[in-house]
């Protein structure tokens, strides 16, 4: 079965302070994949999204990285502010020769930062 | 609209009730999907559309469930004799034919089963 698996599960830092989540996952072959941040109580919205060529890509202060090789990702957020107390989902869409892409999400890594 | 748009935001529901929950796509988008998310976990498929064809139904945990989109724009999900353990949020996402990139997520469905 295709997984997602992102460590830490949950992660408390304080304002201003930078933080790197982690996504290991085991879909192959896979088309791209995403990271999403997703605020209680509310749908999941886009943050970056990789192909499978692609190792780094930046929206703001949100920087994801990825090794196809070692099937591995990374969220690392910059300076962070109180509002980016959230949870984070990594998901990775499988390459289907059906044509539909049904994603696979991880659990999520709980991100709360203290003033 | 400008978004997915789900309905209703919070239901309670009594053990044993039928529930109905809508799905709203952002117009033009041809595929559709459900997730059920349990408290602190993510999202976990449960179905698929395209158009009005319903082309994946694997991840629908029983019987119960039941997904459709006749018209092939706004979807419906009904949960037959509801349990507790239906209780969790339920988030459709839409995305345009062919583009696997943006997918777009309602706000998501809080049902309640008590």
């Known amino acids: 079965k295709n997984q997602v698996e992102q460590s830490p599960q949950s992660l408390i830092i304080l304002e201003g302070k930078n933080c790197t989540l982690q996504c290991n996952y085991t879909v192959s072959p896979f088309s791209n994949l995403r990271w999403y941040k997703q605020d209680t109580g509310r749908g999941p919205v886009s943050l970056t999204i990789m192909t499978f060529s692609e190792n780094t890509k930046s929206n703001g202060r949100y920087t994801a990285t990825l090794d196809a090789d070692t099937k591995q990702s990374s969220l690392h957020i910059t300076a962070s502010q109180l509002s980016d107390s959230a949870s984070y989902i990594c998901?990775?869409?499988?390459?289907?020769?059906?044509?539909?892409?049904?994603?696979?999400f991880g659990r999520g890594t709980s991100l709360i930062v203290h003033p | 609209g400008a978004g997915v748009s789900q309905s209703p935001r919070y239901k309670v529901a009594k053990r044993g009730q039928d529930v109905a929950l809508r799905c709203d796509p952002i117009?033009?988008?041809?595929?559709l999907f459900w997730y059920q998310q349990a408290l602190g976990q993510g999202p976990e498929f449960l179905t698929y559309?395209?158009?009005?064809?319903?082309?994946?139904k694997s991840g629908l945990p029983s019987d119960r469930f039941f997904a459709e989109r006749p018209e092939g724009s706004v979807s419906t999900l009904k949960i037959q004799r509801t349990q507790q353990e239906d209780s969790a949020v339920y988030l459709c996402a839409s995305i345009p034919l062919g583009a696997h990139y943006g997918y777009t997520f309602g706000s998501g469905t809080r049902l309640t089963v008590v």
């Open positions: 998901v990775v869409i499988p390459r289907s020769s059906g044509g539909s892409y049904i994603p696979t």
């Open positions: 117009s033009g988008h041809v595929s």
């Open positions: 559309f395209q158009n009005e064809a319903q082309l994946d």
